[in-house]
């Protein structure tokens, strides 16, 4: 069974930084793709940053120059650092894998439960 877990949430002034951490656990061959994702209260959830397994990374063009993707592969874990908030950053974020498990024939999408950040302004 595959698990991810998010953490790293929390409130913060506007302006300020966080840094969210995902790891993923259980019977895991192999990972592709690393995502964030965030839904804002009365919104869909939206993409905000993606890095594939050799570390080339995309962003949404609202975080740009402010949040940083990162991996570590040897331990199954995507971060996300969130710097320059802003009161509109507010939104659980949710990571969401690409992954391959142990006795798996292929390779399927997993979610996080996902992890609050609130921007106060």
């Known amino acids: 069974q595959v698990q991810l877990e998010e953490s790293g949430g929390g409130l913060v002034q506007s302006g300020g930084s966080l840094r969210l951490s995902c790891a993923a656990s259980?019977?895991?061959?192999?990972?592709?793709?690393m995502d964030w994702y965030r839904q804002a209260p009365g919104k869909q959830r939206e993409f905000v940053a993606t890095?594939?397994?050799?570390?080339?990374?995309t962003y949404a063009d609202f975080v740009k120059g402010r949040f940083i993707i990162s991996r570590d592969n040897a331990k199954n874990t995507v971060s996300l650092q969130m710097n320059s908030l802003k009161p509109e950053d507010t939104a659980v974020y949710y990571c969401?894998?690409?992954?391959?498990?142990?006795?798996?024939?292929?390779?399927?999408?997993?979610w996080g439960q996902g992890t609050q950040v609130t921007v106060s302004s």
């Open positions: 890095i594939t397994s050799d570390d080339r990374t």
């Open positions: 969401r894998t690409l992954l391959r498990a142990t006795m798996s024939s292929g390779f399927y999408r997993y």
């Open positions: 259980g019977s895991i061959s192999s990972i592709s793709t």
